[in-house]
Nanobody, 124 residues
Protein backbone atom coordinates (compact mmCIF):
# COMPACT_ATOMS: atom_id res chain seq x y z
CA UNK A 1 0.00 0.00 0.00
CA UNK A 2 1.25 3.46 -0.92
CA UNK A 3 -0.20 6.69 0.39
CA UNK A 4 0.41 9.82 -1.64
CA UNK A 5 0.01 13.43 -0.54
CA UNK A 6 0.24 16.29 -3.02
CA UNK A 7 1.09 19.89 -2.23
CA UNK A 8 2.06 23.07 -4.03
CA UNK A 9 -1.07 23.95 -5.94
CA UNK A 10 -2.57 27.41 -5.98
CA UNK A 11 -3.60 30.42 -8.02
CA UNK A 12 -1.11 31.91 -10.47
CA UNK A 13 -1.24 34.31 -13.38
CA UNK A 14 -0.64 33.14 -16.92
CA UNK A 15 3.08 32.88 -17.58
CA UNK A 16 3.84 32.11 -13.98
CA UNK A 17 5.27 29.00 -12.34
CA UNK A 18 4.32 26.46 -9.70
CA UNK A 19 6.07 23.43 -8.28
CA UNK A 20 3.96 20.49 -7.19
CA UNK A 21 5.28 17.91 -4.74
CA UNK A 22 4.02 14.44 -3.96
CA UNK A 23 5.23 12.68 -0.84
CA UNK A 24 4.88 8.90 -0.67
CA UNK A 25 4.53 6.91 2.52
CA UNK A 26 6.24 3.74 1.46
CA UNK A 27 9.93 3.07 2.00
CA UNK A 28 10.08 1.13 -1.27
CA UNK A 29 9.13 4.26 -3.20
CA UNK A 30 11.93 3.54 -5.65
CA UNK A 31 10.07 0.38 -6.76
CA UNK A 32 7.25 2.46 -8.23
CA UNK A 33 6.91 4.37 -11.44
CA UNK A 34 5.20 7.69 -10.77
CA UNK A 35 2.98 10.03 -12.70
CA UNK A 36 1.16 13.33 -12.63
CA UNK A 37 -2.33 13.52 -14.07
CA UNK A 38 -4.92 16.29 -14.20
CA UNK A 39 -8.65 16.65 -14.48
CA UNK A 40 -10.45 19.80 -15.51
CA UNK A 41 -14.17 20.32 -14.85
CA UNK A 42 -16.28 18.30 -17.25
CA UNK A 43 -13.28 16.50 -18.71
CA UNK A 44 -11.69 13.12 -18.25
CA UNK A 45 -8.55 12.66 -16.22
CA UNK A 46 -5.51 12.92 -18.47
CA UNK A 47 -1.83 12.13 -18.24
CA UNK A 48 0.54 15.06 -17.79
CA UNK A 49 3.92 13.43 -17.17
CA UNK A 50 5.28 10.12 -15.94
CA UNK A 51 8.68 8.93 -14.75
CA UNK A 52 10.30 5.53 -14.30
CA UNK A 53 11.54 4.28 -10.93
CA UNK A 54 15.10 5.32 -11.72
CA UNK A 55 14.14 8.72 -13.06
CA UNK A 56 15.97 8.02 -16.30
CA UNK A 57 12.86 7.64 -18.45
CA UNK A 58 10.20 10.32 -18.68
CA UNK A 59 7.20 11.01 -20.85
CA UNK A 60 5.19 14.20 -21.31
CA UNK A 61 1.91 14.90 -23.01
CA UNK A 62 2.49 17.17 -26.00
CA UNK A 63 0.67 20.15 -24.49
CA UNK A 64 3.20 20.50 -21.64
CA UNK A 65 6.46 19.58 -23.39
CA UNK A 66 9.08 22.27 -22.89
CA UNK A 67 7.10 23.85 -20.03
CA UNK A 68 6.76 21.13 -17.37
CA UNK A 69 9.45 18.93 -15.83
CA UNK A 70 8.85 15.80 -13.77
CA UNK A 71 11.54 14.62 -11.39
CA UNK A 72 11.90 12.42 -8.33
CA UNK A 73 14.08 12.12 -5.26
CA UNK A 74 13.97 8.50 -4.10
CA UNK A 75 15.87 9.35 -0.92
CA UNK A 76 13.01 11.68 0.06
CA UNK A 77 10.19 9.50 -1.32
CA UNK A 78 9.03 12.50 -3.33
CA UNK A 79 8.13 13.24 -6.93
CA UNK A 80 7.91 16.77 -8.30
CA UNK A 81 6.27 18.59 -11.18
CA UNK A 82 7.84 21.92 -12.07
CA UNK A 83 5.37 23.91 -14.14
CA UNK A 84 6.58 26.97 -16.03
CA UNK A 85 4.90 29.29 -18.53
CA UNK A 86 1.51 28.29 -17.19
CA UNK A 87 -1.55 28.83 -19.34
CA UNK A 88 -5.24 29.13 -18.39
CA UNK A 89 -5.85 25.76 -20.06
CA UNK A 90 -3.55 24.18 -17.46
CA UNK A 91 -6.22 24.87 -14.83
CA UNK A 92 -7.25 21.56 -13.26
CA UNK A 93 -6.97 19.36 -10.22
CA UNK A 94 -3.58 17.69 -10.39
CA UNK A 95 -3.14 14.16 -9.07
CA UNK A 96 -0.06 12.19 -8.22
CA UNK A 97 -0.18 8.44 -8.91
CA UNK A 98 2.01 5.39 -8.40
CA UNK A 99 2.38 2.19 -10.37
CA UNK A 100 4.16 -0.91 -9.12
CA UNK A 101 7.14 -1.85 -11.27
CA UNK A 102 10.13 -0.13 -12.79
CA UNK A 103 8.66 1.18 -16.03
CA UNK A 104 6.05 3.87 -16.45
CA UNK A 105 2.77 3.58 -18.31
CA UNK A 106 0.84 6.23 -20.23
CA UNK A 107 -2.49 4.57 -19.38
CA UNK A 108 -4.37 6.17 -16.50
CA UNK A 109 -5.88 2.89 -15.31
CA UNK A 110 -2.45 1.28 -14.95
CA UNK A 111 -1.85 3.39 -11.84
CA UNK A 112 -3.25 1.81 -8.69
CA UNK A 113 -2.43 4.42 -6.07
CA UNK A 114 -3.64 8.02 -6.14
CA UNK A 115 -3.33 11.12 -4.03
CA UNK A 116 -6.23 13.38 -3.12
CA UNK A 117 -5.32 16.02 -5.70
CA UNK A 118 -4.27 19.64 -5.55
CA UNK A 119 -5.99 22.51 -7.38
CA UNK A 120 -4.04 24.56 -9.89
CA UNK A 121 -5.76 27.66 -11.23
CA UNK A 122 -4.17 29.85 -13.90
CA UNK A 123 -5.77 33.23 -14.47
CA UNK A 124 -5.54 35.09 -17.78
Amino acid sequence: QVQLVESGGGLVQAGGSLRLSCAASRRTFSNYAMGWFRQAPGKERELVAVISWSGLSRYYVDSVKGRFTISRDNAKNTVYLQMNSLKPEDTAVYYCAARGGSSYSTVVNDYGYWGQGTQVTVSS
